[in-house]
């Protein structure tokens, strides 16, 4: 028997380095969502208060600015900053997954927050380890951040960006019986097709549907950053079957909130033909190990 979900992927730009303003952007998707039947939404990576593009373009010793902006603007989860996000969703009856820089202490991370459609917060992840120029902005994740979340509608994984081109980060999601895969993107950086082939390879890999979502990058966010070599727009975002085919998009320059349809009947297409971690795995001969355990600076041996 046919069972079908309706999704969405708000391609937004965020209101730069403003959490509340961003925030009260993503409640009005949320709701938007709501009314045209969406049971989840996913924004982009690090959407609230927005990517820290300064650290791509600028030279390190110039952006402690930015970063203490950013710093103040990031919210801690949870906290009161996040109670409107929440009420969005509980008022919409929508599940959200949506990117934001977390603060935990005197470090940020770069994080996806899972939020229920009661409003509820289901859980969180964090990049496992931050791209290139992202090392001087955000801490790394551990392996409680390879996990999946049981819904409703199924089961809903997700990884960050260039976490994509990690074989083994997408096996662990994977394994876990993974139907709804969100990704999740700065904009600005859809170049070389990277984007479409790691998405797209996800989805057939995994054999689930994927919820690519970038954002787009802004003319004004390039003025205030001062990146000439930022590139305005820069979105792809798309919603992709199990067989690696788009359902909605692919979406690029502009603001948009894209919807699908998904068809759980596809999986079990693809299922048949290659099941990943079932009847196509091989355990006898390769297997993956994942520590789960939390990697903390202390640790007190009175109680291990």
Same mark, same amino acid.
């Given at each position: 028997?046919? %069972?079908?979900?309706?999704?969405? #992927? ?8 403003? %959490? ?14 709501? =009314? ?9 990576? *690090? ?11 600028? +030279?390190?010793? $110039? ?5 203490? %902006? ?10 009161? #900053? /996040? ?10 009856? !929508? ?42 902005? &955000?801490? =790394? ?17 997700? /990884?960050?960006?260039?976490?994509? $081109?990690?074989? /083994?980060? %997408? ?13 999740? &993107? ?13 998405? =797209? ?8 549907? !994927?919820?690519?979502?970038? #954002? ?8 205030? !950053?001062?990146?000439?070599?930022? *590139? ?60 789960? =355990?939390?990697? *903390?600076?202390?640790? +007190?041996?009175?109680?291990?």
């Amino acid at each position: 028997m046919s %069972r079908t979900v309706k999704v969405a #992927a708000a391609q937004l730009a965020p209101v730069f380095l403003d %959490r509340a303003g961003t925030i009260a952007k993503a409640a009005d998707a949320i709701a938007e969502a709501g =009314r045209n039947g969406a049971q989840l939404i996913a924004f982009p990576e *690090t959407f609230i208060p927005g990517y820290p593009y300064w650290a791509m373009v600028k +030279d390190p010793l $110039s952006i402690r600015d930015f970063n203490r %902006r950013l710093f103040e603007q990031a919210p801690e989860i949870p906290s009161a #900053a /996040l109670e409107p996000l929440q009420a969005a969703a509980a008022k919409a009856g !929508v599940h959200v997954v949506a990117g934001l820089s977390e603060r935990d202490g005197g470090t940020l991370y770069n994080s996806q927050l899972v939020i229920g459609g009661d409003g509820s917060i289901l859980g969180k992840r964090r990049k496992l380890m931050p791209t290139s120029h992202e090392r001087m902005i &955000w801490g =790394r994740g551990d392996g409680r951040d390879l996990d999946v979340w049981k819904t409703p509608f199924g089961v809903l994984g997700a /990884l960050i960006c260039y976490e994509h $081109s990690n074989p /083994l980060y %997408r096996y662990a999601i994977q394994a876990q019986g993974e139907q709804i895969h969100v990704a999740n &993107w700065p904009g600005g950086i859809a170049i070389d097709g990277i984007i479409d082939a790691a998405a =797209r390879h996800y989805a057939f890999e995994a054999q689930c549907f !994927v919820i690519n979502v970038t #954002a787009v990058l802004t003319d004004e966010i390039i003025a205030e !950053v001062g990146g000439e070599r930022l *590139t305005r727009g820069g979105g792809y975002s798309g919603i992709i079957a199990p067989n690696g085919r788009f359902l909605a998009g692919p979406a690029k320059d502009e603001e948009i909130i894209l919807y699908g349809d998904l068809d759980f009947d596809l999986i079990t297409d693809m299922k048949m033909i290659v099941d990943s971690s079932g009847h196509y795995a091989r355990p006898d001969v390769v297997r993956l190990l994942v520590d789960r =355990r939390p990697q *903390t600076p202390v640790v +007190d041996a009175s109680n291990s």
